[in-house]
């Protein structure tokens, strides 16, 4: 009986000493992992001489919002402004905060290269979503899908990947895709009235949305909800300057407004609370937008040996423009 009581006490002891290393790893884990977030604080606090990352990114964001079917904020996420832009919003809004000035000068620098790439760029991606379609999607196909290992890289240090999130972001694209292609496109009437003005308005926020979360294309939401063709045709009609285009404008603007300002609150805090699994989530959400890009072309591809090979260099060359953006950034690093 003794001997099994000493064998007991031997079996406590080892499962103790069991228990602290565990403690004390997970401990060492931690102080590394806050070591490494104020290591990177500091980077993000010194200021950059010449730094035009948000200007490109921004151009990026512009021309992905021409593309139906290509998410803005994925190209927030590639070019590593996600964060920095959800923080500076939240900032902006913030009663009490020292940096309101500088979040928004990025901002505005974001905002500049977006528009720069969406009126500099739509001759161009118009000439080539005409004659090179495909090869223009699967051009963004590589660049998106070759980001994910540097997005993963940046992103989830130190972080546990969650394949459940990861799963759920694919998931959310899919039935999108499946009711985008099931939906028919609806015409909403276009009268100035108090239900037509709430529609408008709630589709912004929609919009605004969508047009900054990673993944989600806020052309494909508005296809999905059956309203893509009434926002289309308020853009373009714009030119002719008549008064209630420009208020219906006005009025989606707005809505657009304060979605972006919502989601970039919300996914400011969860990103602080939940980092591992948000990331997870939104990589679910890259990947799946990226794999359904050659559902939504226009014209269907005709397969040869030309054709498969010009669409393989495409991807390829989406790819390397990725890796020389991250060699840049860590040479200049």
């Known amino acids: ?56 990114g921004g151009i990026a964001v512009g021309i992905a919002n021409i593309i139906p079917g290509v998410s803005g904020g994925t190209m927030l996420v590639i070019f590593n402004l996600f964060d920095k832009l959800m923080f500076s919003i939240s900032d902006v809004f913030k009663r009490k905060t ?15 290269g977006a528009a720069i790439g969406i009126v500099g760029f739509a001759k161009i991606l118009g000439i080539t979503l005409t004659h090179i379609e495909a090869e223009t999607i699967f051009w963004f196909m590589g660049l998106i899908l070759f980001s994910i290992p540097v997005v993963i890289k940046n992103e989830m240090e130190d972080e546990k990947f969650s394949i459940v999130f990861f799963l759920i972001g694919l998931l959310v694209i899919a039935v999108l895709e499946f009711f985008n292609l099931k939906n028919p496109v609806n015409q909403v009437d276009t009268v100035i009235n108090l239900k037509n003005n709430l529609i408008l308005c709630g589709l912004g926020i929609i919009g605004g949305i969508s047009m900054i979360f990673p993944g989600l294309s806020g052309s494909m939401v ?9 926002i289309r045709s308020l853009i373009d009609n714009l ?23 919502i989601c970039a609150k919300l996914l ?45 260099v495409a991807f390829i060359l989406g790819g390397c423009v990725i890796y020389f953006v991250n060699y840049l950034k860590n040479r200049n690093s």
């Open 1 to 56: 009986m003794k001997l099994f009581k000493k064998k007991d006490e031997e079996v406590k002891v080892e499962k103790k000493k069991k228990h602290l290393s565990k403690a004390k790893k997970e401990k060492i884990r931690l102080q590394k992992k806050e070591e490494r977030k104020l290591e990177k604080e500091n980077n993000k606090n010194k200021e950059k001489l010449f730094d035009l990352s948000p200007l490109f």
């Open 239 to 261: 030119t002719t300057f008549k008064l209630n285009i420009i208020i219906q404008l006005a009025i989606f603007g707005v809505g657009a407004i304060i979605g972006i300002i």
């Open 222 to 230: 508005m296809l999905v909800l059956g309203k893509y063709e009434t």
């Open 98 to 112: 020292d940096t309101r000035k500088k979040s928004l000068l990025f901002i505005l620098e974001v905002l500049i």
């Open 268 to 312: 400011n805090k969860l990103i602080e609370r939940f980092k591992g699994k948000i990331v997870s989530l939104i990589l679910g959400f890259i990947t799946a937008s990226a794999l359904i890009l050659p559902l939504n072309l226009n014209n269907k591809i005709v397969f040869s040996t030309e054709k498969v090979c010009g669409l393989i």
